[in-house]
């Protein structure tokens, strides 16, 4: 046999295999403690790294990621890897901006979030990784904060509202280029929180034209992220506190927007995917005590119980809530803790929350909750609840997650309340398309299983109808080779039986 023939037999055979699904996930605050863990878990899972821990020794795992992993016990649950056509994490690019200049694996080392076995194994290569220059306004930020601004976009790309957007979307453009990005694109804001913009808009028009006029408005860097956001096609997750998404940001997101361009719209010049969709997600991302306060509460209502008073405080020492010690941002991440009940109207309820600055602590969270409410004939109940975790390692997964999710509905063109919905679980306060949606956890589980099955459905309708058509095509064809003498009557409805069972 001739050996290039086997050659490019094996080369045909791997093109027909379908492409993997790369996604991009972008970071704004990659140098922060939840960016540079992500990148850390990139790098072990990619390598399947090793390395000792206290108790054992541990293997690269997506733990806490529900779309890596996969279903188990009896009655699955737990994941959704198998069940779905979701992106695998391994192949994400992941890159991002900062406006500290510190390397990325240095960074990692200072956070002291992970163990230092796993830490020495990637600093070297996390050193070497591109931090792109971030947007800033240090009004919106604490005066903890200022020192360390210094890789920043300055001069031109900084002289207007509308220089920076347009940087920033050269950014996009470049990272998903260089990186051969062929999925969805998520941008994630994980920097500081910022006080709230004062900034209102009527709709996305107002919006595109204060920022191409330069107008003296109170527009954040958070809004202009998710402004370059939209236009280039990607998708704005807010995991931070502030009042980032509005109405007229939402509209910017709507397809049909941004696929029939307004004059406001046609300024700002050709869209990327404009067909295509894109989504507002936010806002801040539950990750430790407040997406266990919803999951109890829903417990407490369930038992027929009214709950009275929820006590909360939680301290810990990481570069975020250093920032929060400034009142004028302390006073968005208050907004988004208070809030997570409101669509329950239980007025009754006095829900108290209390935030620490311990430095000591770093980024391991401590959280304590005591639940007390009213049971049969108004005696009593009482729960407590403590928790300790570092609290980068609750935030990742829900990262991840947002990026995958945002891809998979994007790929199966699912509208905006759909995918806001379905993802109203990683957020405090759901807002955008989700506002409103019930705050339990598990009901907002609910709405997850409810929206991807109906992209199951989608796609079945879809392959039902195509196989009809099919299923025509091939009864003409038969009864054009029977009307010519072709085969016989009986010889063409063997092979439309046998069509039919394949």
């Known amino acids: 046999q001739d050996p290039s023939a086997s050659s490019d037999s094996t080369t045909t055979t791997a093109a027909a295999a379908p492409p993997k699904t790369k996604v991009g996930i972008l970071v704004v605050g990659l140098g922060g403690n939840n960016g540079v863990t992500l990148l850390a878990g990139s790098i072990a899972n990619a390598r399947s790294l090793s390395w000792e821990t206290q108790t054992e020794l541990m293997s690269a795992n997506w733990l806490g990621c529900i779309t890596q992993l996969e279903p188990r016990g009896v009655h699955g649950g737990v994941g959704f890897r198998g069940r779905y ?12 901006w900062d406006v500290r200049s510190t390397k990325l694996g240095d ?21 070497e990784m591109e931090i792109m220059k971030g947007v800033y306004d240090p009004s919106f930020v604490g005066e903890s904060q200022h020192e360390t601004a ?17 940087r920033l979307r050269g950014d996009i453009r470049r990272f998903k280029e260089e990186r051969g990005v062929t999925g969805h694109t998520t941008v994630i804001w994980s920097a500081s929180v910022e006080r709230p913009s004062e900034a209102t808009y009527g709709s ?19 809004i202009l992220y998710a402004v370059a956001s939209a236009l280039e096609g990607c998708s704005f997750v807010n995991g931070g506190s502030q009042n980032t998404l509005s109405e007229a940001l939402s509209e910017l997101y709507e397809t049909k927007y941004r696929s029939d361009p307004s004059a406001s719209l046609a300024k700002f010049g050709p869209l990327t995917d404009a067909e295509k ?7 801040d991302f539950k990750a430790g005590q407040t997406k266990f306060k919803t999951a109890a509460v829903e417990y407490i209502r369930a038992l027929g119980l009214r709950p009275k008073v929820i006590a909360s405080s939680n301290h810990l020492g990481n570069n975020d809530m250093l920032n929060l010690t400034t009142k004028k941002t302390l006073s968005a991440k208050m907004r988004v803790k208070s809030d997570i009940f409101t669509p329950w109207n239980e007025t009754q309820l006095d829900h108290q929350v209390r935030v620490m600055y311990t430095p000591h602590i770093g980024d391991e969270k401590r959280d304590v909750v005591e639940y007390t409410s009213l049971g049969f004939l108004g005696c009593p109940h009482t ?11 609750l935030c990742v997964p829900l990262m991840v997650d947002a990026a995958i999710w945002c891809d998979y509905f994007a790929r199966n063109g699912c509208d905006a309340g759909t995918a806001a919905r379905a993802t109203a679980y990683l957020f405090k306060v759901p807002e955008g398309a989700a506002r409103g949606v019930d705050p339990g956890f ?30 025509k095509m091939t009864g003409k064809v038969l009864e054009e080779a029977v009307s010519k003498g072709v085969i016989t009557a009986d010889q063409a409805e063997a092979l439309r039986k046998m069509a039919a069972s394949m």
């Open 85 to 96: 056509d979701l992106a695998d994490a391994n192949d994400a690019a992941i890159g991002g």
């Open 107 to 127: 960074a990692l080392y200072e956070s002291r979030v992970l163990e230092y076995d796993l830490v020495r194994r990637v600093r070297d290569e996390m050193n």
């Open 150 to 166: 210094t890789h920043v976009v300055t001069g031109t790309d900084a002289s207007s509202w509308r220089s920076r957007v347009d």
């Open 204 to 222: 996305a028009d107002e919006l595109l034209e204060a920022i191409d006029n330069g107008a003296e408005d109170d527009l954040s860097p958070s």
């Open 277 to 283: 969709p894109a989504y507002l997600l936010g806002t």
């Open 383 to 393: 729960m407590l609840t403590y928790t300790r975790c570092m609290d980068s390692v």
């Open 442 to 471: 598990h009901r907002q589980m609910g709405e997850l299983e409810r929206a991807l099955g109906g992209t199951l459905t989608k796609t079945t309708t879809t392959t039902s109808s195509a196989a009809a058509e099919e299923g």
